[in-house]
């Protein structure tokens, strides 16, 4: 599958986080990811309290799915994040720069007042075009 980032668009800032300002692709097929929250294999909810571990989780999540539809974390064209807190940005883009590196798919992140589980402080989900 081909990807190709659209980072600076002419007359445009440079994005202000860990994210690409677009993403061109050639694909087929596409997975629609629901919002992964910080559940574990048990559905037990990981790093209470915490942001960035919640994150972290999310994103694992995320990728176990890719991963069983034949794609990768490098195919993910948009993610959305869900938090419940501004505090929650920093944190939340540390993560995602663990799991996107230097290409990240265009991203859109919103704060809002609450989650399924009040427990919950991030949700991610993602649209993956699939090689």
Known sequence: MKREIVSQPSGMAAPGGHYSHGVIVEAGRTLYVAG???????GNVVSKGDAGGQARQALENLRRVVEEAGGSLADIAKTTVFVTSLDARGPVGAARKEFFG???PANTFLVISSLADPEFLVEIEAIVPLP
């Open 102 to 104: 230097a290409d990240p």
């Open 36 to 42: 992964q929250v910080p559940l574990d294999e048990f």
